[in-house]
């Protein structure tokens, strides 16, 4: 019976130290001016916020949700929250949506913070080791090895860019009478690079992909018990993906070890076997190049097809534009180039506009790596610096700071371009990210875009929403696209029909 003697020694112990930890951090804190944050209601281990968080998945509100938890402590607390505590599954983290916290994360106080284990448990098993899974060294290596794939000259080559479109023109045939196009899922069309407008097998890469990265959120969901989520189907979904890269970095690997001559446009992945040979290595900074291009682009066109269909005026006002600083449609399509598509303003306001009001990324997470601070959210009017000890993770919503009133007006949730006119962008303002690791392929995705963008409105003349009464749902894995199918039918030009 000895032992019942050590198990209350080794209790208070374990007390003693943690109020011994509370203390030092208690005075630290009060130290560096900091105050206590307000709490989200929820219970002990915070089972009711991820049941709240999976119903909001089902029912296609998740961004919404966030809004209205800062909305219900605003309320509660009788002035603007922007940063609160919240628990779930046993995890206790910081929400904000606060500009300058961002700002204090991503580039002021960038060295406190890290993605940390958070992406390890939750990427990692689909990604493997690169840029969106790695901080410090590994990270820096990552930025190196990618940053000369984004020249000015590479992001500028649009006639791959042509081909591609061609492709997905092809999806969209018109009624030679009427000049409609069928009801389309624009959408699938954007997300999938059709192969001569056909369907895709079901067992095809692209739906793997989608899978994996359903996991991944569920992962991040489930907090500590991700491995709740890690079953025998998420492991055969990453081993399909997995296997589907191997190819072709197996391929490039060949050709370079047999001195075969590079292609003789830019490759990205030939690129990199010029500088790695470790095809594990390969695999996974071409799996996360693949992650952070495809989705966010993909659904900024997307949001962009829907918004164009339900703002007719946005609609005439964005191709009239277009037609006079590119011309109409024919198989030409040199004038659009990188500059042109700059400075092409209402186009830039447009997709501005668009990111704003559904960010490709709405929601994101860092960890503290070592005892910091943050500057806004503490005591009672919110104006203090609040503490972090170290290990704790914030998450931060450009969904919920781009929307909010303060910030962007009374219309904050209107959908107008117009507003860009002028408007000086700051940090609440992050569709890509900020500081050190802000996004890489900025000028890239927006020159991908716009390009898109110009292409279909000098083919297409009016597009009709199928559904105009529907509400918007939204699908939120990694990034944030409708739920439901974008149903769209296109009118072309009667000028194309002539080319
Ligand atoms: C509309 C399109 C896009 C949006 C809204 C977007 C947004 C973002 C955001 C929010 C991040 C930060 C993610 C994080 O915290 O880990 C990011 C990072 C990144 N993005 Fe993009 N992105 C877009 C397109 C692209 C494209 C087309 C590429 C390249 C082909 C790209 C490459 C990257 C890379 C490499 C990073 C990691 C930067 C780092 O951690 O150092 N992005 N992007």
Redesign the pocket.
Known sequence: MAFIPLLIGLSCLLVLRYLWYTWVHARKAQSWGCASLPSYPTDLIGLNTLKEALRADKEGTIPLMLQRRVEELSIREKRRVATFRIRQMGRENIFTCDPANIQAMLATKFKDFE?GSLRQFTLHPMLGTG??TSDGEA?AR??AL?RPQ?TREQISDLDLEEVHLQQAMRALPVDPVTRWTGETNIQAILFQALRNGGELPPDHFSGYFDRGQWYVSQRARFEKLHWLVDNKESRYVNDKVHAYVDQFVNKALQMSAEDKPASSHYVFLEALVAVTRDPIELRSQLL??LL??RD??A??LTWSILMLARHPAVFQKLRSTILADFGPYTPNHDSITFAALKSCRYLQYFMNEI?RLY???PI?RRIAANDTSLPQGGGPDGKSPIYLRTGQAVYYS?FVAQRQKELFGEDAEVFNPDRWFDRRVGWEY????GG???????Q???T??GYVLVRLLQRFDAIEDVYPEKDIKYTLTLTLTPKDPVTVRLHEAAAVSAT
Not at 436 to 442: A, E, F, S, T, Y
């Open positions: 993605l840029i969106f990270w990552s930025r990618l984004f996360n190049i952070a291009g966010t682009t659904s900024l990111l960010p490709s990324v994101n450009v992050l569709p890509f990210n050190p690791r802000v996004c890489l392929g900025q890239f995705a927006l991908e875009a």
